[in-house]
């Protein structure tokens, strides 16, 4: 069997189902005027997670200021920020009860300080309102800027991740050319900088014309750069207005990375063809990780 392939493969195959909790995620987001990034990237994991009564939040409206190729956010100009935003992420939270939240948000380099004191209230709107909850946020690379990621990191997240999206070579047909690799790396090296205790995560995505190789070599520059999780998926084309996937990978490869990453001393590698950045099985994972570093820090007091 052909570890590769220019066709959709059967493996790649899902039905959308919508029991559980979709209905009242859906009903829920659109009420308070949330966006999710769910919906705005056509996740393919949308049923499971909302389903299970959880999603991912997209803050600072659903416009971006970049144009990256893979991504079906829409771009252009962006809306003005709503102040009250992170009152009503708060109370979304809140009403699903959850445990465990992802926060991301579009890029906006239209502002002074590119949204991350907006970000910030929000991760601190939520945890005041949910007292013990757990979040990670998934942020923009803020243009490397050391005083807009120490916004991020003083409002006290549990987890920081930054995705690198894909291998070095490709960066500059992926993303947007205000992004880099490098810049990315640097990120999660500053986030580490400012709170050494901070658990961070990475991404990249497969089929845009990487080898293993250069997949390990990402690994082992996140490793170098402090990061704790890393998540591997296949990259599917939203429309075709965005670049085409060169390739739909293996699950046999997803596992072969998936060893290779634990060997090079991940805490935690998620790795197969619909795993994204924020997956409802991977968050649990990384939760039981944080809940036994709070025990083991209370047993020590």
Not at 119 to 147: H, S, T, W, Y
Not at 189 to 197: F, G, H, T
Request: aromatic letters at 8%; glycine letters at 6%; charged letters at 30%.
């Amino acid at each position: 069997m052909s570890l590769v392939s220019v066709d959709k493969p059967e493996w790649l195959k899902t039905k959308l189902q919508t029991m559980g909790s979709f209905a009242k995620v859906r009903e829920t987001v659109k009420g308070l005027g949330l966006n999710t990034v769910c919906e705005s990237a056509h996740c393919p994991n949308i049923s499971e997670c909302w389903s299970g009564g959880t999603a991912t939040f997209m803050v600072m409206g659903d416009t971006c200021t970049r144009g990256c190729r893979f991504c079906e956010v829409s771009h252009g100009k962006a809306k003005e920020v709503d102040i009250f935003e992170p009152v009503k992420l708060a109370r979304a939270v809140k009403e699903f009860n959850l445990d465990y939240v992802v926060i991301t948000s579009v890029d906006r380099d239209d502002l002074p300080d590119q949204g991350s004191s907006h970000f910030a209230a929000c991760i601190r709107a939520v945890k005041k309102m949910n007292p013990g909850i757990l979040v990670e946020v998934l942020i923009p690379d803020f243009q490397g800027r050391e005083d807009l990621i120490k916004n991020i990191t003083d409002a006290k997240p549990d987890v920081i991740a930054h995705n690198i999206e894909t291998v070095r070579r490709l960066q500059p047909f992926v993303r947007d050319r205000r992004a880099n690799y490098g810049q990315s790396l640097e990120v999660l090296k500053i986030a580490k900088k400012l709170d050494p205790k901070m658990r961070t995560k990475s991404s990249i995505m497969l089929g845009l014309g990487e080898t293993e190789q250069e997949v390990c070599e990402a690994m082992d520059d996140l490793r170098n750069a402090g990061a704790d999780f890393f998540t591997i998926g296949q990259y599917l084309r939203p429309t075709k207005k965005q670049m085409a996937a060169e390739k739909y990978v293996h699950p046999e490869v997803f596992e072969r990375l998936k060893l290779a990453g634990k060997q090079k001393g991940f805490l935690y590698v998620a790795s197969g063809p619909f795993i994204r950045s924020s997956y409802r099985a991977g968050e649990l994972f990384v939760k039981s990780v944080l809940q036994k570093e709070s025990k083991a820090v209370e047993n020590d007091i």
